[in-house]
């Protein structure tokens, strides 16, 4: 078909029109409007917590809003740590999630340091460019103490170097407040004396360590003219609630405390629903004999005492020791002794023991003592006959501790109840004539024995001992070189006996009780052998007949007369079965000393212990093996920084080093374990298990010149305070 051209005309000018509209004139044309911006988006992050103990856990819930595609992407989580790559941040439930599900951040279980700053971060998977960061902040410790009753207990010296012991009991409100308490402290120069209604303050930082400050309103407490009856002590906390809280403390003048005692102890959350003590129990005390007040005389005594169910009479048998002067041995309580009273609202017994002394004083002579109690197998005694205008004669002024024998098993030991490794610490008097004043914690010693069940014939069981008596001058590095000290550090053989008056350790007064739990450890022979000889008798009173258990330890260094008195001595302490576990010595701990260089400086902290440093811990500022913080009686008080080394831990006593820190930053102190410039402390530690050990300083007389100093201490694994935490 033949187009016309006219049609084709108009076409063509049809295509000209839309060509010329493209390319030119822009008259009476607008623009289309810019295409709109792709929609926003953003993420939002929720948290259950922005600061938690260790293991502690946070719940975070990121939520996007923008297009449908990138919520529909999800959440992508990261985290990174603050102070350096190297550390463990935590651990997230799952790595990613869909816009609005939670997910769970777990905090580490330990720390290098006393707080880290985890940052955990949320970026939406469709746009990685938008991301919210939550910093969640982790600490050691929370920082307050759980509410309820604490039984508080220290031993040390007063402001003249005197014995003095302290027992309290503590209504603590978890906010911060004493609400109520009562306390009994023995001072040689006022006596027995107790206070009730306490208040006053305590502390909990995030690194474990506090303060605590009672407010006695007793005038006699307290230097004159500062005698305001203020009290302050220093603490470390271990463990947390589910775990039968304990701290470890020191007493040591702070702000505007003037009391001008050092001593260290416990701190433990009495159990609730506290009962009247029933069944056995061994106890150890030690403090001054004040009988004749114109001559006071260390003193020390322990036994087994035993109160039927539903009863309050007492039996059972001690062992008592009077300077170096006296020794009774297996004295039986006589008829009277008894418990005089019931539990108060505080857990506060009162204990009545007749019959000691017995033989050698004009009329038996009755104790008495306040027993405050932790929970049924624990209690804390002070001696309280001293008390101006009581009705007991005063013997002592003493303080200790008794722990319950397993149930129904008084009157069933035997030998066999004495089996396997122990390690033990003592500390005590020195009582060389040359310690005039018979000044405290004198006498320090870290043993293990490995009993064998059978009482050790023919001095078949072994042993070791770093025993030290700071006042003594009989060795001969006292007499050539003019080194005033002791020192038997060696090993050595035994034997002993349970309830048996075969051993040296015998019946001196009265017959044998059998099947108390009362053994007696007589070492025969050390090697290398100190010259003079060492001639030491040690009782050991056993929890339990058929099984390894805690112990309680009176020690004597050579009772007797010359020329066999070369190192005279009395003191108590604490065994504890060793451990099969391999050896240990790692991770966080806290720990107590005293420290005799003549006056006493006591002091707990912490430390951080790692056998291959790797980071730089902010209180010490170079890797090394041991990073302590301690509070102390001496110096500057509080924060004082300390370094330590040690070799591979072992059954054995294994060696190190503590030593004040060089270089202490700024702000913190370098006041504890001093010795002459660059001359670290050489110290012993004795394993128990790998949560426990004692230490004891072994430079007493070398390397030449010697410390003069003597140091003993106990250490103890730090768990976090955290409702919920393992």
Same mark, same amino acid.
């Given at each position: 078909?033949?187009t016309k051209?006219w049609v084709?005309?108009?076409?063509?000018?049809?295509?000209l $029109?839309?060509l010329a509209?493209c390319?030119? #004139?822009t008259?009476n044309?607008?623009?289309?409007?810019?295409p709109?911006?792709?929609p926003?988006?953003?993420v939002t992050v929720?948290?259950?917590?922005s600061s938690i103990s260790?293991s502690g856990t946070?719940s975070?819930?990121?939520t996007?809003?923008?297009?449908?595609?990138?919520?529909?992407?999800g !959440?992508?989580?990261?985290m990174t740590?603050q102070?350096?790559?190297g550390?463990?941040?935590?651990t997230l439930?799952s790595?990613?999630s869909?816009?609005?599900a939670a997910i769970?951040f777990?905090?580490p279980?330990t720390l290098?340091?006393?707080?880290?700053v985890t940052?955990?971060?949320?970026?939406a998977?469709g746009?990685?460019? !938008?991301n919210e960061?939550s910093?969640?902040?982790?600490?050691?410790?929370n920082?307050?103490?759980?509410a309820?009753t604490y039984?508080?207990?220290?031993?040390?010296?007063d402001?003249?170097?005197?014995?003095?012991?302290?027992?309290?009991?503590l209504?603590?409100d978890?906010?911060?407040?004493i609400?109520?308490?009562e306390q009994?402290?023995n001072?040689?120069?006022?006596g027995?004396l107790?206070?009730?209604?306490?208040?006053?303050?305590y502390?909990?930082?995030?690194?474990?360590?506090g303060l605590i400050?009672?407010?006695?309103n007793?005038?006699?407490?307290?230097?004159p003219p500062?005698n305001?009856?203020i009290e302050?002590?220093a603490?470390?906390?271990?463990?947390?609630?589910s775990?039968n809280?304990q701290?470890l +403390?020191s007493?040591?003048d702070l702000?505007?405390?003037?009391?001008g005692t050092?001593?260290?102890g416990?701190?433990?959350?009495?159990?609730?629903g506290?009962v009247?003590p029933s069944g056995?129990?061994?106890?150890?005390?030690?403090? =001054?004999?004040? =009988?004749?007040?114109?001559?006071s005389?260390p003193f020390?005594?322990g036994?087994?005492?035993?109160?039927?169910?539903?009863q309050?009479a007492?039996?059972?048998?001690?062992d008592e020791?009077?300077?170096?002067?006296l020794?009774?041995?297996d =004295?039986a309580?006589l008829? %009277?002794?008894?418990l005089?009273s019931v539990p108060d609202?505080?857990?506060?017994?009162?204990?009545?023991l007749?019959? @000691?002394?017995?033989?050698?004083?004009p009329k038996?002579?009755?104790?008495l003592?306040a027993?405050?109690? &932790?929970?049924?197998?624990h209690i804390k005694?002070?001696?309280t006959?001293g008390a101006?205008? %009581?009705t007991?004669?005063p @013997?002592?002024l003493?303080?200790?501790?008794?722990?319950?024998q397993?149930?129904g098993s /008084?009157?069933?030991?035997n030998?066999?109840?004495?089996?396997?490794? /122990?390690v033990?610490?003592v500390?005590g &008097?020195?009582?060389?004539?040359n310690n005039? %004043?018979y000044i405290?914690?004198t006498w320090t010693?870290?043993?293990?024995?490995?009993a064998?069940?059978?009482g050790?014939?023919?001095?078949?069981?072994?042993?070791?001992t770093?025993t030290?008596l700071?006042?003594n001058?009989?060795?001969?590095?006292?007499k050539?070189q003019a080194?005033q000290?002791?020192?038997i550090?060696?090993a050595?053989?035994?034997?002993?006996?349970v309830?048996? #008056?075969?051993?040296s350790?015998?019946?001196?007064?009265?017959?044998?009780?059998a099947?108390t739990?009362? =053994?007696?450890?007589?070492?025969?022979?050390?090697?290398?052998?100190?010259?003079?000889? /060492?001639?030491p008798e040690?009782?050991?009173? @056993?929890?339990n007949?058929?099984?390894?258990g805690?112990?309680?330890?009176?020690? +004597?260094?050579?009772?007797?007369? $010359?020329p066999?008195?070369? /190192?005279? #001595?009395?003191g108590t302490?604490v065994?504890y079965?060793?451990?099969t576990?391999?050896?240990?010595?790692?991770?966080d701990?806290?720990?107590?000393?005293t420290q !005799?260089?003549?006056t006493e400086?006591?002091?707990?902290?912490?430390? +951080?212990?790692?056998?291959?440093p790797?980071?730089v @811990?902010?209180?010490c500022?170079v890797p090394?093996?041991?990073?302590?913080?301690?509070?102390?009686?001496?110096?500057?008080g509080?924060?004082n #920084?300390?370094?330590?080394t040690f070799?591979s831990?072992s059954?054995?006593?294994?060696s190190?080093?503590?030593?004040?820190?060089?270089?202490?930053p700024?702000?913190?102190?370098d006041? !504890?374990f001093p010795?002459?410039?660059?001359?670290?402390?050489?110290?012993?530690y004795y394993?128990?298990d790998p949560?426990?050990?004692?230490f004891v300083?072994t430079d007493?007389v070398s390397p030449s010149p010697?410390s003069?100093q &003597?140091s003993f201490?106990y250490y103890a694994?730090?768990?976090?305070?955290?409702?919920?935490?393992?």
């Amino acid at each position: 078909m033949t187009t016309k051209p006219w049609v084709l005309f108009l076409l063509a000018a049809a295509m000209l $029109a839309v060509l010329a509209g493209c390319g030119g #004139s822009t008259a009476n044309v607008q623009n289309p409007p810019p295409p709109p911006p792709p929609p926003s988006v953003t993420v939002t992050v929720q948290t259950s917590a922005s600061s938690i103990s260790v293991s502690g856990t946070v719940s975070l819930t990121a939520t996007i809003q923008g297009p449908a595609g990138i919520v529909s992407d999800g !959440v992508v989580w990261t985290m990174t740590c603050q102070n350096g790559s190297g550390s463990v941040c935590g651990t997230l439930s799952s790595p990613s999630s869909q816009s609005g599900a939670a997910i769970t951040f777990t905090a580490p279980s330990t720390l290098s340091t006393n707080t880290m700053v985890t940052e955990i971060v949320a970026y939406a998977e469709g746009d990685q460019s !938008v991301n919210e960061v939550s910093p969640i902040t982790i600490t050691t410790f929370n920082s307050s103490l759980k509410a309820g009753t604490y039984v508080l207990q220290a031993e040390g010296v007063d402001s003249n170097n005197n014995p003095y012991q302290i027992a309290a009991a503590l209504v603590l409100d978890g906010q911060g407040n004493i609400k109520n308490g009562e306390q009994t402290a023995n001072y040689l120069a006022y006596g027995s004396l107790t206070d009730t209604n306490l208040t006053g303050t305590y502390f909990l930082g995030n690194d474990g360590r506090g303060l605590i400050t009672i407010n006695t309103n007793d005038p006699d407490i307290g230097v004159p003219p500062n005698n305001n009856g203020i009290e302050t002590f220093a603490f470390v906390f271990l463990n947390n609630p589910s775990q039968n809280p304990q701290a470890l +403390i020191s007493q040591i003048d702070l702000g505007n405390a003037n009391t001008g005692t050092s001593a260290v102890g416990t701190l433990d959350l009495q159990q609730t629903g506290v009962v009247a003590p029933s069944g056995s129990y061994v106890f150890v005390v030690k403090g =001054a004999n004040v =009988a004749n007040p114109a001559n006071s005389l260390p003193f020390a005594f322990g036994g087994v005492l035993d109160i039927p169910s539903g009863q309050t009479a007492i039996t059972g048998v001690t062992d008592e020791i009077i300077g170096e002067k006296l020794k009774l041995s297996d =004295a039986a309580f006589l008829t %009277g002794s008894k418990l005089s009273s019931v539990p108060d609202t505080l857990g506060k017994v009162t204990f009545m023991l007749a019959g @000691l002394l017995s033989g050698v004083h004009p009329k038996p002579v009755t104790a008495l003592f306040a027993g405050y109690i &932790v929970d049924p197998t624990h209690i804390k005694l002070i001696e309280t006959d001293g008390a101006a205008g %009581g009705t007991v004669a005063p @013997l002592g002024l003493t303080g200790g501790l008794a722990i319950g024998q397993t149930a129904g098993s /008084y009157g069933n030991f035997n030998n066999a109840s004495f089996d396997g490794p /122990y390690v033990f610490g003592v500390t005590g &008097v020195d009582l060389s004539p040359n310690n005039t %004043g018979y000044i405290p914690s004198t006498w320090t010693a870290a043993s293990l024995f490995t009993a064998d069940g059978n009482g050790c014939q023919s001095d078949s069981c072994n042993g070791y001992t770093d025993t030290f008596l700071q006042q003594n001058c009989v060795q001969s590095t006292c007499k050539t070189q003019a080194i005033q000290g002791a020192q038997i550090s060696a090993a050595f053989t035994g034997t002993y006996a349970v309830d048996s #008056s075969s051993s040296s350790c015998g019946a001196t007064s009265g017959t044998v009780v059998a099947g108390t739990g009362r =053994a007696c450890l007589t070492p025969a022979t050390f090697t290398p052998a100190p010259s003079p000889v /060492y001639s030491p008798e040690l009782f050991f009173y @056993l929890t339990n007949p058929t099984a390894t258990g805690e112990a309680l330890v009176l020690g +004597i260094g050579d009772i007797g007369s $010359a020329p066999n008195l070369h /190192y005279p #001595s009395i003191g108590t302490g604490v065994a504890y079965p060793q451990s099969t576990n391999a050896p240990a010595f790692s991770g966080d701990y806290g720990l107590t000393f005293t420290q !005799v260089n003549p006056t006493e400086t006591d002091g707990s902290g912490q430390i +951080i212990v790692n056998q291959t440093p790797t980071a730089v @811990l902010p209180n010490c500022q170079v890797p090394v093996q041991i990073c302590g913080l301690a509070d102390a009686s001496d110096g500057d008080g509080q924060d004082n #920084s300390f370094l330590g080394t040690f070799t591979s831990p072992s059954t054995a006593p294994f060696s190190g080093t503590l030593y004040a820190n060089p270089t202490p930053p700024t702000g913190v102190f370098d006041n !504890v374990f001093p010795l002459a410039p660059n001359q670290p402390m050489t110290v012993n530690y004795y394993f128990i298990d790998p949560d426990h050990g004692f230490f004891v300083e072994t430079d007493l007389v070398s390397p030449s010149p010697g410390s003069g100093q &003597v140091s003993f201490g106990y250490y103890a694994a730090r768990t976090p305070l955290c409702e919920g935490c393992p």
